[in-house]
């Protein structure tokens, strides 16, 4: 924040200040303070603080119960995401197979010695003691 002294009315010592304000204004919504409260909360704590209020905040709440099936839930919730990721590590792996199978065949056509005449064919190569022979002038072939 920054102040600026107006104009003095002729009193050496008479000045006005006012403040330039920028509009911002700060807000925290019940959402991000519920947020910021809970992660500063020891579970211990918090636990405690449930076992008191939880029969005022809900009469007639069985607890006990509550809490059996909170951990049924977080153990559905958890299997459902190993789950997932079972899943998609058997599509990695399925791919990386296929893969690894294409590369296999790959390597064996690189040690076929008629494999490996075409591939130099194609790239201009001549065997020792073959005369090569380059045609110019001529339209290019369809391919």
Do not use: C
Not at 32 to 55: K, R
Not at 61 to 89: H, T
Not at 129 to 134: D, F
Request: no cysteine; hydrophobic share 45%.
């Amino acid at each position: 924040m920054t102040s600026t002294p107006a104009r003095a009315t002729g009193a050496p010592q008479d000045f006005n200040f006012t403040r330039n304000a920028t509009g911002l204004v700060r807000e925290v919504s019940m959402w991000d303070a519920l947020i910021m409260n809970t992660l500063g909360m020891n579970v211990a704590v918090g636990s405690v603080l449930l076992l008191q209020q939880a029969p005022a905040i809900f009469p007639g709440g069985n607890l006990v119960l509550a809490v059996v099936i909170g951990l049924y839930v977080k153990q559905a919730v958890a299997y459902f995401s190993v789950r997932g990721q079972a899943e998609q590590q058997m599509a990695t792996t399925l791919r990386m197979a296929k893969d690894n199978h294409r590369l296999l065949r790959e390597q064996q056509m690189l040690t076929d010695p008629a494999q490996i005449q075409q591939d130099a064919r194609a790239l201009g190569m001549v065997r020792q003691g073959e005369r090569p022979y380059v045609i110019t002038g001529a339209a290019a072939a369809p391919r």
